[in-house]
């Protein structure tokens, strides 16, 4: 039985890295600060003891994990533009990707005294959130299709304190009608399902934990983008932004798409990885 934090790690790394898991040292440490009630650092670093009933629950999730659940929804809450969020099955896992887009976006927002955000397709609310908790004034409109998806986006308003400033709405925005002010939204921001349906079941073994409908963008991954590019630029002000994340490959398609549907000064950048993911452009 383990004893000390320091053995804790040794043995959770080893069982992580015979697991397949290929960030063990990073993984183990935040599993044993998750399961010890410390930090991931003190797990680095102290020789405190480990109780028996710590040491069975970072048992049961180094088994977990090794079965190919994300350590994001073991562990319940993960870190997004430096901010924590509730993740759990209900909602897509934040991911650096998505920081990009936030970060992109943040320079407009501040140029507005007041901006308003719509956030669709907005999961643990991830994006929206970080929008009104980095910009001072920010309101958000937070929309998803799932009502639990919605109720932890809520939560998450709370945890980060902007919760008086973020509303949401249960929207199913490939419908063709959502009752809301023409020209009420300084951004809009999406990150959509975008995954080809029949690539869902070949992707890595952990999006198997993901909810499906939060990954499956159609046929040729692109519904979304086609629903919310015909049924909501009306909502934007005149210059406003509609931004999206889009996936690898996708970005020329989608960059096409609002072109042809009138928006201006189309930009695509890229991620830390240097794939086109984020586009957006200026409503006329």
């Known amino acids: 039985m383990v004893t000390t934090l320091r053995e804790a790690l040794r043995e959770t790394t080893q069982r ?6 290929e960030a063990a040292s990073f ?4 599993l044993v600060g998750w399961a010890c009630g410390v930090s991931a650092e003190r797990a680095r670093t102290g020789d405190d003891p480990v109780s028996r009933d710590r040491a069975e629950q970072l048992g049961r999730a180094v088994k977990r994990r090794t079965e190919g659940e994300p350590l994001q929804y073991i562990i319940g809450r993960w870190s997004f533009m430096g901010l924590e969020f509730i993740v759990t099955p209900d909602v897509l896992i934040p991911r650096p990707d998505t920081e990009t887009v936030v970060e992109s976006l943040l320079p407009a927002a501040r140029g507005i005294k007041s901006p308003r955000v ?5 999961g643990s609310g991830c994006i929206g959130i970080s929008m009104c908790a980095l910009v001072p004034r920010c309101t958000a409109v937070m929309c998803d299709i799932s009502p639990a998806a919605l109720e932890i986006a809520r939560r998450n308003a ?7 400033r973020v509303e949401t709405v249960i929207v199913d925005v490939r419908a063709p009608v959502w009752e809301s002010e023409p020209g ?7 990150n959509p399902p975008y995954i080809p349906t029949e690539e869902i079941d070949t992707l890595q073994r952990e999006l198997a934990f993901e909810p499906r409908i939060a ?3 159609g046929e040729d991954g692109l519904d979304f983008f086609r629903a919310i590019i015909k049924n909501f630029p009306t909502l934007l002000k005149k210059g406003g932004l509609l931004a ?3 996936g690898a490959g996708q970005d020329g398609t989608v960059a096409a798409m609002m072109e042809g549907a009138g928006f201006s000064d189309v930009h695509i950048s890229p991620d830390l990885n240097g794939i086109g993911r984020l586009i957006y452009g200026k409503s006329l």
């Open 215 to 217: 990954l499956d963008g």
């Open 27 to 30: 993984e183990a440490a935040q």
């Open 118 to 122: 719509l956030d669709l397709c907005c």
């Open 244 to 246: 999206f994340e889009c």
């Open 184 to 190: 009420k939204f300084d951004i809009i921001v999406s």
């Open 16 to 21: 992580l890295r015979l697991g397949g898991i």
């Open 158 to 164: 709370e945890l980060n304190c902007v919760n008086r």
